[in-house]
């Protein structure tokens, strides 16, 4: 699992999710050389008695970041539309759906897929940002339309993780403690009992 997958799959933990790493699921295609299957993959896997999560996860730090041409699918750069199969092919994404919900047990309409995006490209004007939020708010996949979660509300979710008094080995809460503890990084890990207040 990669490291900004790890901080979703805690998230996505935080809402009573029980998460799986990286799962492919095959999806029949007609092409010039007949019917071939390829395996396509989801890379958070969330469930619960009532919902499924599919959840599509790219950071981009150290880059440009998301381009919006390229999520949408509007953009002559095959590979780099290809990299967004999941959200911008309907085909792709409606069989990955069906498969999913077949595979453990839900309806469509309780499958939802999610965009998970560490940075957008730039960042500065928004225009991507919004692009992309406002293409995958008009798609209709399964229960709903695609929702798309920033880095800011993943982190938002592990703070509220990390703030609980109880202690769990895991890399990425360690770290913000450890770093907190340290006097190294200004944050200011908020009382639980704060949080646990403002979420009732």
């Known amino acids: 699992?990669?490291?900004?997958?790890?901080?979703?799959?805690?998230?996505?933990?935080?809402?009573?999710?029980v998460v799986s790493e990286a799962v492919k699921f095959p999806?029949?295609?007609?092409?010039?050389?007949?019917?071939?299957?390829?395996?396509?993959?989801?890379?958070?896997?969330?469930?619960?008695?009532?919902?499924l999560i599919l959840a599509s996860v790219k950071s981009a730090f150290g880059s440009r970041g998301i381009?919006?041409?390229?999520?949408?699918?509007?953009?002559?750069?095959?590979?780099?539309?290809?990299?967004?199969a999941l959200l911008n092919d309907p085909v792709i994404r409606d069989a990955v759906l069906l498969a999913a919900a077949e595979r453990y047990g839900y309806s469509p309409s309780q499958v939802h897929l999610r965009f998970y995006v560490g940075r957008f490209a730039g960042p500065?004007?928004?225009?991507?940002?919004?692009?992309?939020?406002?293409?995958?708010?008009?798609?209709?996949?399964?229960?709903?339309?695609?929702?798309?979660?920033?880095?800011?509300?993943?982190?938002?979710?592990?703070?509220?993780?990390?703030?609980?008094?109880?202690?769990?080995?895991?890399?990425v809460l360690v770290t913000l403690k450890a770093l907190s503890a340290a006097g190294l990084l200004n944050l200011k890990l908020p009382d639980v009992s704060t949080i646990d207040d403002a979420a009732e």
């Not at 381009?67 to 590979?79: E, I, L, P, S």
């Not at 708010?137 to 229960?143: A, K, R």
């Open 1 to 17: 699992m990669e490291a900004f997958e790890s901080m979703v799959a805690l998230a996505l933990e935080d809402e009573q999710l």
């Open 27 to 51: 999806v029949p295609r007609q092409t010039s050389s007949g019917l071939q299957t390829h395996g396509y993959e989801v890379d958070l896997v969330g469930a619960r008695s009532d919902k």
């Open 124 to 171: 500065t004007r928004g225009l991507d940002e919004k692009r992309i939020r406002d293409w995958c708010g008009s798609q209709t996949v399964g229960g709903g339309p695609i929702e798309v979660y920033g880095v800011s509300d993943v982190v938002d979710r592990v703070i509220r993780i990390a703030a609980k008094k109880q202690y769990r080995d895991h890399a």
């Open 67 to 84: 381009v919006a041409n390229h999520v949408v699918g509007a953009t002559d750069d095959v590979r780099a539309r290809k990299l967004y």
